[in-house]
């Protein structure tokens, strides 16, 4: 006799003949929020790894300590596993994802519960968001592994605007976030991030979590902005770490010259020049910037 069900999962039954009367998106609806299955098929030129790990998501939802009416903003909603977990809270939740397959569904799932922004994340204001939903956001996804770096820039550039941001990113790239001085990890990202925020690797993701499985491990990185940065020239101080770091092999001094300072300017500051960048922290960029400053002041004024 014909069963007047579809069992999904156990305890989870769809009555059948209401299935043949919706649409197949509807369908597609009801089946990922039975039982959470991959609809989509991932397009690798968008970095597409989609998490299905329900703890987790319930992890990452944990260590965001989510407070009545903060506005969160997730990077790469996808088919909406993490929003699942978001939307029930007491937030204004959006939304920035490029694919339009993802959006239709996302529409569909969660209507006024989340507000879309169907955009390439980096062409974002991030500020302009801020500032139209009533102040500083929080940014949590399961970001494109290949625009890391590009995601962290974006998010430094618009740090004013952001409380904290919560992101898994590779196993290997999380660990040179938070290097320290003379590591081999440690470099023009490990400063950067730890010059705009505190950051901290909170657990590690294995590669079975995420569909399609990627060839590495992930982990999921916390960065908490900085209200109040150090005093210095910010432009001069990105340049010095790029350019040094640029040439990481040779000495500070070396490094120095590429950008135009020459031996008359260097030995004028009490710095030992034979390091090299990666043996310095965030603190002897800064003292370096400070001196370098400076000079280049007191040279513009005469």
Not at 12 to 40: A, G, H, K, Q, R
Request: proline residues 3%.
């Amino acid at each position: 006799m014909h069963m007047p069900f579809l069992q999904i999962e156990k305890n989870s039954l769809i009555d059948t003949s209401t299935i043949f009367w919706i649409s197949p998106t509807t369908f597609i609806i009801l089946t990922m929020i039975y039982s959470e299955i991959i609809v989509l098929k991932p397009i690798k030129s968008l970095g597409q790894n989609f998490l299905r790990d329900e703890n987790i998501l319930h992890k990452i939802v944990e260590s965001l300590d989510i407070q009545s009416g903060d506005v969160i903003v997730e990077i790469g909603s996808g088919q909406g596993a993490l929003t699942k977990h978001l939307s029930d809270k007491l937030v204004k939740l959006i939304g920035i994802e490029v694919d339009e397959r993802a959006v239709r569904l996302l529409r569909e799932r969660f209507g006024e519960k989340l507000e879309l922004i169907h955009q390439d994340v980096l062409d974002v204001n991030l500020g302009e968001l801020a500032q139209n939903n009533g102040g500083k956001v929080r940014i949590v996804g399961n970001i494109p592994y290949y625009l890391t770096s590009e995601i962290l820039f974006w998010l430094f550039d618009a740090r004013i605007a952001v409380v904290d941001a919560t992101l898994m990113v590779q196993f290997e790239v999380a660990r040179r976030l938070v290097a320290p001085p003379k590591n081999k990890e440690y470099g023009i990202l490990s400063i950067f991030t730890q010059f705009y925020t505190e950051c901290e690797m909170l657990f590690k993701v294995s590669r079975n979590c995420f569909f399609p499985k990627p060839e590495v491990d992930s982990a999921v990185v916390q960065f908490k902005f900085k209200e109040q940065l150090p005093d210095c020239d910010e432009k001069l101080f990105r340049s010095i770490v790029r350019s040094t770091f640029g040439q990481r092999r040779k000495t500070m001094r070396n490094g120095l010259k590429s950008m135009g300072f020459d031996d008359s300017v260097l030995d004028r500051i009490s710095f030992d020049f034979k390091k090299r960048p990666e043996e310095l922290g965030v603190e002897g960029f800064l003292l370096l910037t400070s001196n370098l400053s400076k000079i280049l002041n007191s040279k513009s004024i005469s």
